[in-house]
């Protein structure tokens, strides 16, 4: 396979020219902090990583997973028995084994692509039932098809959204703001939420509904198809980022900050928007309402002029 650019986190020189030879070319210059948007990096999970965020792979894995349209592979030794299933907690996109005494680099996770056997054999069975369900009208209660008509009908979905954005409505984000948050607090996983307040000029109760769906559409822009996006209040957006800490939180807010600080809305509005920042899990923060009054508490800092870049993450 040929990736477009890649860089070796480690400093293992035979692994690099077996690298070189399965992703098609040699690598870039630069460590961690050469890794740019559209890259794939491959960390040794073995080496020594005093340069690495956390000073360890998985760490370093995760911070570039937070930023847009980067891949990483893992590479871990042949015959650790518990690196393969580290290395995916931490999202690598693939794990790669090693063994230095043969110079033997298994890479099989890379073949699995979208045109491969497997997709043929997805694709052949969902020709096989629609075939099937056209001859026999039982089929037609079956759960895909069940599934079909819900996307058809597009009903419940439409409950959920808020009319003039398009985004989730707040009592939907109030369901999964309960759920992602027992999720972080079973696994020890990261969750950042956002709170961010657009700034509008006048009173909420007369904000143009164009200038609600264009700063919607800045956030779908720049957020996940995994995070959770809603509006909460009449100008205040929350967020919730699964897997994401503060750092990578603190980065998309000022994004989307800076964003809608750039553009001139329709009917020439300007917005002077600010963000309130918590993430878990944390001390003290032991339940939604915690998490969310922590958030609400850093949103009422960053309009008071606290914090860097109109974002405030600190109750301090």
Same mark, same amino acid.
């Given at each position: 396979? #040929? ?22 070319? *040699? ?30 792979a ?11 349209? #980067?891949?990483?592979y ?25 063994? *230095? ?20 054999t ?8 629609e ?14 098809? !069940? ?28 369901? !999964? ?12 996983? *990261?969750l950042a ?41 009449? #100008? ?5 980022? *699964?897997?994401?800490g ?21 009917g ?36 008071s ?11 301090e």
């Open positions: 396979m #040929t990736v477009r650019r890649w860089l070796h986190l480690g400093a293992d020189q035979r692994l690099t020219e077996r690298l070189a030879e399965v992703l098609g070319g *040699p690598p870039a210059a630069g460590g961690f902090a050469a890794v740019r948007s559209g890259d794939t990096a491959v960390i040794e999970v073995f080496a020594a990583a005093s340069d690495l965020p956390g000073g360890n998985l760490s370093a894995c995760r911070a570039i997973k937070e930023r847009r349209q #980067t891949t990483v893992l590479v871990v030794l042949a015959d650790d028995r518990y690196g393969a299933q580290l290395a995916r907690f931490a999202l690598a996109d693939a794990v790669l084994l090693w063994n *230095p005494e043969t110079a033997q680099l298994v890479a099989d996770e890379l073949n699995r692509s979208p045109g491969n056997r497997q997709r043929q997805i694709d052949t069975l969902l020709q096989r039932y075939t099937a369900r056209a001859a026999d009208p039982a089929k037609a209660q079956g759960a895909l098809h !069940k599934l079909l008509q819900f996307e058809r009908e597009d009903s419940v979905l439409q409950r959920l959204q808020d009319p003039e954005t398009g985004l989730f409505d707040g009592p939907y984000a109030s369901i !999964k703001l309960e759920e992602e948050f027992k999720r972080a607090q079973r696994f020890h996983q *990261p939420l956002l709170l961010l307040d657009i700034g509008a000029p006048g009173s909420a109760s007369r904000i143009d509904r164009a200038v609600l769906a264009e700063a919607a559409g800045v956030f779908l822009n720049e957020c996940r198809d995994i995070d959770v996006l809603a509006r909460f209040t009449a #100008t205040t957006f929350l967020f919730l980022l *699964p897997g994401t503060p750092d990578g939180a603190l980065v998309l807010a000022r994004r989307m900050l800076q964003s809608l600080r750039e553009r001139t809305f329709a020439g509005v300007r917005l002077q928007p600010h963000a309130g920042m918590a993430w878990a899990p944390q001390s003290g923060i032991t339940d939604r309402k915690a998490f969310l009054l922590c958030a609400e508490a850093c949103l009422e800092r960053a309009r002029g606290v914090g860097d870049g109109g974002v405030c993450g600190s109750l």
